[in-house]
């Protein structure tokens, strides 16, 4: 196990041999978390993925070419120029498919997915087997490798990654619009083919200079990622490009670091799992659309229904109970309140219980349950919204008065301040005059034998 | 081929000749011999249109009638296998800057990341055009548009947190923007509240007292002459067209519907006759 000095040197690229390497690997993933942002929103993912897995017969026979010549086979530049054209050539096929034939998109996606990843795989073992080269080490554009790096090769991924973000700010409307609306787009005059070849162009691009250090096969979880994680904590496009640059930048430099300290790790395996950890993270915590602050807000919501329910029953209790008289604050028996709603006396139980707790009951007999003063505020107030609101259902609404209660009794949770002051004048010529009024039908339980 | 064509035109207007004697250059929207087919199989068929200026036109028809694509042949969005369609008396690529375009709702992803304001603003992207970003002045109108579909005060809202009625009204405002002289509208009364179908009444009925166009495609047979003043009824073919009271007759909606109303009147018929 490296210790923590090394691990230190690592982290903060004092290490010279890996310093290169991770920085390259930061900056891929910014521009991966750019470029999978707009393909994620264009829901070309599955493209994606068959595009990656299309570049392997490219490196292969651009091997094979670069040994005829005379070379080692192994520069980096001719290798990735020809993934690039066998990714190129993949997705051609694929459009090719897409237009001549009435197969279905993801088909067309298989078929060149598995077609040009075969071939790739085959014409590696042959170009192994060729005299007086020596192809060990590609093999590592599958799976990822963080091997030392010539600054030149630095320089490419550097200048690439960089061009490819700048693209993506630049084209930012015009590739928003075709996200979102591409019909729309292309009636309003915009080339939407050319913005698409641009879009699948860049996703080349970031796809091929990510296959040394992430591998074909991992590359797409690299793009797609960080802009899915993003996605929880904003609902904004602007916010939501820079947190999938953030989170693909961190883990570019955290695997491609913690890869480096670990030989023995794929390092394209280490840099997704770190970017699959920080979607977890931000599926779980993240505040637009997390699962644990959307949970709190449901229950905290929830909370609040029952509460105003209980208040609410209880109010028309007493109602019936004074009859014409005005209504007043007094004991009743708690099996009333079980014949109100379809509550089981566990429910009841726990939410009496959290009634206590908030001040809204005073203590009383065993079988009784008696409102406190600002129980008994508060509940007129919650019988008033719900009546205006019932009524404002009934009379603009074209709703039968027996289907309203249902209705009201879900949306009056939500209503703010501003809307029942907008309901109270609606209704100002019947309403006003009393502080609850009468409920629009009838209080008796139907269900009641 | 083309200058021949150029040459010979006044003395022996040829099938496509670009302006025919009867299309005033004015017309909003004129459809010549359009025919359009999908995979061989014809979805629209001799189309012969033309629509006058500042008219409120409803296109009416069963489902698979083509209305949609009709719209979205005018548009370019589709290719043609015969005819043409003219804007004004150009085509669409020479007159786009004068048609504003209201696609179905449901075309597009609603939980998509931004705001009804930023929809909106869609509508001027033409006008500020590659590169640029949306300015303030574009933004005050976005939000005037949004002011005057009623839902100015959801301007920063994510769109999926908007109704079905208020997403329908934000892509009204993206039209707006586009302040154009021809509206086509893909179904805006589909699935919107009472409200939102007021809403967007008031709004065409604006629209064309300032002199615009709109070619609304609808599907509420029995609102269909209080909103439209003129009317298409189509259904491959145009069937009918002209002014509502006089296009909106039995006979010609027997023609457009064919056996499914035949049949729901049979059954009214029967109804009534039933004594009881």
Known sequence: MPDLREILEVLLLQNYNTRLVVLSTTLLGIAAGLVGSFLLLRKRSLMGDALSHATLPGVA????????????????????????????????????????????????????????????????????????????????????????????????????????????????????????????AAAQGWPTLFLDVLLLGLVTAVTVIGLQSVGLILVIAFLITPPTAARFWTQRLIPMLLIAALI?????????????????????????????????????????????????????????????????????????????????????????LLTKRSWTPRQLRRILKTARREDHLEPAAPDKILLSESGFGEASRATRNHRLWETYLIQYADIAPSHVDRDADMVEHILGAKLVRQLEAYLSDHDLALPVPPSPHSLEPSANP | MHTESLNTQSTFPTRHSEARPEHPPGIPLAIHDLTVAYHRKPVLWDIELNIPEGKLVGVVGPNGAGKSTLLKACLDLVPLSSGWAHIYGKPYRKNRHRVAYVPQRESVDWDFPVNAIDVVAMGAYRRVGWFRRVGKAENERAM????????????????????????????????????????????????????????????????????????????????????????????????????????????????????????LEKAAEALRSTPH
Not at chain 1, 109 to 115: D, E, N, Y
Not at chain 1, 290 to 301: E, M
Not at chain 2, 146 to 170: D, F, N
Not at chain 2, 214 to 242: E, K, P, S
Request: with cysteine.
């Open chain 1, 61 to 184: 026979i651009a091997f094979a070419v670069m040994v005829a010549l005379g070379g080692s086979g192994k520069s980096l530049p001719g290798l990735l120029l020809g993934a690039t054209l066998s990714g190129i050539a993949g997705v051609a096929t694929m459009l090719l498919i897409r237009h001549t034939t009435r197969l279905r998109d993801d088909v067309a996606m298989g078929f060149v997915l598995s077609v040009f990843f075969g071939v790739g795989v085959a014409s590696l073992r042959m170009v192994q087997s060729m005299p007086g080269a020596s192809a060990a080490g590609l093999e590592s554009f599958i799976y990822g490798k963080t091997a030392s790096m010539v600054s030149s090769d630095f320089l490419l991924i550097s200048l690439v990654a960089g061009l490819s973000s700048l693209a993506c700010l630049l084209f930012l409307k015009e590739f928003l619009l075709l996200c979102f609306d591409d019909g729309f």
């Open chain 2, 144 to 263: 005037e548009a949004l002011e005057q579909v009623g839902i100015g005060h959801l301007a920063r809202r994510q769109i999926s947190q908007l109704s079905g009625g208020q997403q329908q009204r934000v892509f009204l405002a993206r039209a707006l923007m586009q302040d154009a002289d021809l509206y086509l509208m893909d179904e805006p009364f589909a699935a919107v509240d009472a409200a939102t179908e007021e809403a967007i009444v008031d709004l065409l009925r604006k629209l064309s007292e300032r002199g615009k166009t709109c070619l609304v495609v609808h599907h509420d047979l029995a609102t269909v002459t209080t909103y439209f003043d003129w009317l298409v009824l189509l259904n491959m073919r145009v069937v009918a067209d002209g002014p509502a009271a006089e296009t909106f007759t039995r006979d010609n909606l027997q023609k457009t519907y064919g056996g499914k109303l035949s049949l």
């Open chain 1, 248 to 336: 693909g930048g961190i883990s570019g430099w955290l695997g491609a670091s913690l890869s480096a300290l670990t030989p023995q790790l794929p390092a394209g395996a280490v840099i997704v799992i770190v970017a699959a950890l920080l979607f977890v993270l931000s599926m779980i915590f993240a505040p637009a659309r997390g699962v644990i602050p959307r949970w709190i807000h449901q229950s905290r919501l929830r909370r609040k229904v029952d509460r105003q329910h209980l208040l609410r029953a209880a109010y028309e209790i007493l109602e019936v109970q004074a009859g014409s008289a005005p209504v007043v604050n007094e004991p009743f028996p708690l099996a009333l």
